[in-house]
């Protein structure tokens, strides 16, 4: 499945290497791209929009709902919509 994740710190770096260790195509984005690229798996975007642009399902450990909402309505356009699990209220 391809995958992608917004946001890399502890709980994003995790998910995207166990599921990188399960066979899956992990589509990395972060905002400081660094942290993205340190982890060693999968691919890294310059946005949200191309990390989701061709994932399945999009999955994102941001600090709140705030950036979860700035960062899906601002900075990625999709031009499709993927299955969005979320957690926040």
Sequence with gaps: MRVAILGTGKMGGAMARRLNDAGHEVTLWNRT??????????????????????SEIVI??????D?????????????????????WR
Excluded at 60 to 65: H, I
Excluded at 67 to 87: G, Y
């Design 33 to 54: 791209r660094a942290r993205a690229e340190l982890l060693g798996v999968g691919k890294v975007a310059d946005t949200p929009a191309e990390a989701a642009r061709s």
């Design 67 to 87: 950036a979860v909402r700035w960062h899906i309505s601002e900075k990625a356009a999709l031009h499709r919509r993927p299955k969005i699990k979320s957690s």
């Design 60 to 65: 994102s450990m941001l600090t709140d709902a």
